[in-house]
């Protein structure tokens, strides 16, 4: 399926934009700023929930505001507002300076933003039929149909399905002259069977692992191709029977084929939190805790096998994080954070890329609404696949003499340094003789960062490259939301240490 080229929408692009961004930036320097920023925020959003096939709810909302940033005497001062109207945003702008001033006292260290080229542009996310142009009732109807195939399997006892669907549309204006309008559209389907023991007391689960994507709602019907809905429901029923019935793991130390569906999530934890400028140097470190890989060892830090290279990317299409421009009116830009398995960069906005001594951001600023205080947020951040030979999935699992494959994600844990770890998965196969024989249940793999990516003995090649990632990454207090994508291969690694879950509970 083609992806159509679109302009912003009508209904935003009639906002007075132009005006607010005038009224509030004239009165910014008017109040002493030495740098002015305006973003309207424009979040449209709807979640369809059904179980068993029936409509358990139906959610729409629509957020929309404008927030005014500035910097004065080297102090930032922020205020925002819901109603756009040029007065209000001057006055909004007034109210930044104002507590940039008093602010001022408090300030050690002087914010200098990197520069940027001034831009004036328009940018629109990649995706064939806007999921806002469908009909909820069409929409309710395909995920019917979905549950369906799901509950009419043996063995199925409930079915959930959900779809959340986002719109998110931003104008952005800075003194410097940066005039810039976006929109992007995300989506998330997902469907759950469940098979329940009465006598036991006891569950199981099994869901779609299709990723959350950059997508339109083609990727729901399956029009665009990208993922098998009707080989994955039909199959889903049989592997819940033979999980049901699966042995439970032998603990300790295994080699392991990771499927991307579940080494997304990995990726996600120890690599991409972990390379976050801000919790490197400790500046964000009251949610989920700073980085080990601190700015003292960028260029020495042996992140893992030299197989390893890891990139951030804003530029990825239909990637959660794609975007044309940052919330610093920063172009997008791909770039290099682990090469030949050692840390070489990091994921920056305008004030810490000049810490880090570099001219330029690459452009990781994000707010999830007008009210809140963009900050530094996570590009997508990507294990290459092999570019040297495109190894499958199966011949990395022929590989291997007594193992396991996973795919799939499910519960994780890592620490406040991003460098001790487990995970679990969706899905567990026993490999033996380099083929797989059945299922595993109870199964999660647990390493320190290092460790376990020091022991990558081969990713696949570009057939195996998936783009997973999730919704709901959170940040920052107050906290914020963002959604971020990662791209990987399937990959071995050797000696992993396998945890039983069962066990570990005490069951």
């Known amino acids: 399926m083609s992806i159509a080229t679109r302009d912003v929408d009508e209904q935003f692009r009639a906002l007075p934009l132009a005006q607010l961004a005038d009224a509030a930036l004239t009165a910014a320097r008017a109040a002493g700023a030495e740098h002015a920023d305006l973003r309207v925020h424009r979040l449209v959003t709807q979640s369809i929930r059904l179980r068993d096939g029936r409509v358990e709810s139906v959610t729409d909302a629509t957020d929309l505001g404008f927030a005014v940033r500035v910097i ?108 810039i309008t976006q929109q992007r559209v995300r989506l998330h389907p997902q469907l759950e069977a469940v098979t329940v023991d009465p006598s036991a007391g006891v569950f199981e689960t099994m869901r779609t692992l299709a990723a959350p994507a950059g997508r339109g709602w083609e990727y729901v019907t399956g029009a665009d191709g990208i993922w098998d809905w009707s080989g994955e429901l039909a199959r889903i029923p049989e592997w819940l029977t033979e999980k049901v019935k699966a042995p439970t793991v032998a603990p300790g130390p295994t080699d392991l084929v990771i499927d991307p569906t579940n080494l997304w999530l990995t990726i996600h934890e120890s690599i991409g939190h972990a390379t976050e400028y801000d919790r490197a140097i400790g500046y964000e470190s009251a949610y989920a805790g700073t980085s080990f890989a601190t700015p003292d060892q960028l260029g020495t830090l042996r992140y893992g096998t030299p ?51 570099l001219d330029r951001s690459n452009g990781c600023s994000y707010a999830d609404s007008a009210h809140h205080v963009p900050i530094q947020r996570m590009a997508n951040v990507s294990l290459q696949p092999d ?50 024989a059945g299922q595993l249940r109870d199964v999660a793999y647990q390493a320190t960062t290092t460790d376990f990516w020091g022991s990558m003995e081969a990713v696949g090649g570009p057939s195996t490259w998936v783009l997973g990632g999730a919704f709901n990454c959170g940040k920052a207090q107050p906290g914020q939301v963002a959604a971020v994508s990662h791209g990987c291969p399937s990959v071995l ?7 039983n879950t069962r066990t570990e509970a005490g069951r």
């Open 72 to 179: 004065v005497d080297g102090t930032w001062g922020f205020a925002s507002h819901a109603e756009l109207s040029p007065a209000t945003a001057a006055e909004v702008a007034r109210r930044a300076v104002t507590v940039a001033t008093t602010l001022r006292a408090l300030n050690r260290e002087r914010v200098e933003l990197a520069d940027e080229p001034i831009h004036d542009a328009r940018w629109v996310s990649s995706y064939a039929v806007d999921p806002f142009d469908v009909p909820t009732p069409e929409k309710v109807a395909l995920l019917q149909d979905y549950s369906e195939r799901l509950s009419a399997a043996d063995g199925v006892d409930h079915v959930t399905a959900s779809v959340l669907q986002v719109k998110e549309q931003v104008f952005y204006a800075d003194t410097a002259g940066s005039s």
């Open 307 to 357: 197989i390893m290279h890891v990139t951030g990317d804003r530029t990825q299409e239909f990637g959660l994080a794609t975007t044309g421009y940052d919330d610093e009116g920063v172009a997008g830009q791909r770039w290099d954070l682990i090469r030949d398995g050692v840390l070489v960069g990091y994921q920056l906005d305008r004030v810490f890329a000049p810490r880090l001594g």
């Open 387 to 436: 570019p040297a030979a495109d190894t499958s999935t199966a011949e990395l699992i022929s590989r291997v003499e007594d193992g396991i494959y996973i795919l799939g994600d499910k519960s994780w844990s890592i620490d406040m340094q991003r460098y001790n770890f487990q995970f679990t998965g969706q899905r567990f196969f026993r490999i033996r003789n380099g083929e797989l």
């Open 493 to 499: 690694v050797r000696g992993v240490n396998i945890l």
